[in-house]
T-cell receptor, first 114, second 113 residues
Framework: DAGVTQSPTHLIKTRGQQVTLRCSPK?????VSWYQQALGQGPQFIFQ???????QRGNFPDRFSGHQFPNYSSELNVNALLLGDSALYLC?????????????FGAGTRLSVL | AQSVAQPEDQVNVAEGNPLTVKCTYS??????LFWYVQYPNRGLQFLLK??????LVKGSYGFEAEFNKSQTSFHLKKPSALVSDSALYFC???????????FGAGTTVTVRA
């Protein structure tokens, strides 16, 4: 059983560019969340998708957007990249029901903005 | 609002000694509490959770944690640390009325042989 998979593993972009990160949830999971982990910090919640809708959003600007597909996979898009967007981006998935509260994380995408 | 504090940036212990990593939290509703571990260049691995019930929860790799409601704490413990336990540990909380996880800044654990 594959866990949460993310692609690409590493990415280098320049300021002002746009980037798309991808996530496939763990089998049987229908809820996907995205987190940003800057160097030396804990992960920060970006947003969560459930039933192809953004269910909750953290304190991130509109440059950060996402999408969830019918197969529950998800994309994170970041426009007009800033140097401060350099970070490890983590995707997490879980079953939507309240009884299943564990979020399982992928290995992340390391984004470097030059 | 919800938040987590991990007061120690680093914890150093000798192999075979007990290991404790501290965590305190703040939520407006009921807390759902989690510990994750992160190895270099890896994602977060789930260790254990407290949702409700027994205050002492046991998790993977011999780790356990004790929920203390009056002190709003959820400290991670291991009776006998291994060198392989050296990693970055994160405490996280989710308010029962919320969907997001809020993480602490992390504690780097170093176990020396």
């Amino acid at each position: 059983d594959a866990g949460v998979t993310q692609s690409p593993t590493h990415l280098i972009k320049t300021r002002g560019q746009q980037v798309t990160l991808r996530c496939s949830p763990k089998s049987g999971h229908d809820t996907v969340s995205w987190y940003q982990q800057a160097l030396g910090q804990g992960p920060q919640f970006i947003f969560q998708y459930y039933e192809e809708e953004e269910r909750q959003r953290g304190n991130f600007p509109d440059r950060f957007s996402g999408h969830q597909f019918p197969n529950y996979s998800s994309e994170l898009n970041v426009n007009a990249l800033l140097l401060g967007d350099s970070a490890l981006y983590l995707c997490a998935s879980r079953e939507g029901g309240l009884a299943k509260n564990i979020q399982y994380f992928g290995a992340g995408t390391r984004l470097s903005v030059l | 609002a919800q938040s987590v504090a991990q007061p120690e940036d680093q914890v150093n212990v000798a192999e075979g000694n007990p290991l404790t990593v501290k965590c305190t939290y703040s939520v407006s509703g009921n807390p759902y509490l989690f510990w994750y571990v992160q190895y270099p260049n890896r994602g977060l691995q789930f260790l254990l959770k407290y949702i409700t019930g027994d205050n002492l929860v046991k998790g993977s790799y011999g780790f356990e944690a004790e929920f203390n409601k009056s002190q709003t704490s959820f400290h991670l413990k291991k009776p006998s640390a291994l060198v392989s336990d050296s990693a970055l540990y994160f405490c996280a909380v989710r308010d029962s009325n919320d969907y997001k996880l809020s993480f602490g800044a992390g504690t780097t654990v170093t176990v020396r042989a």
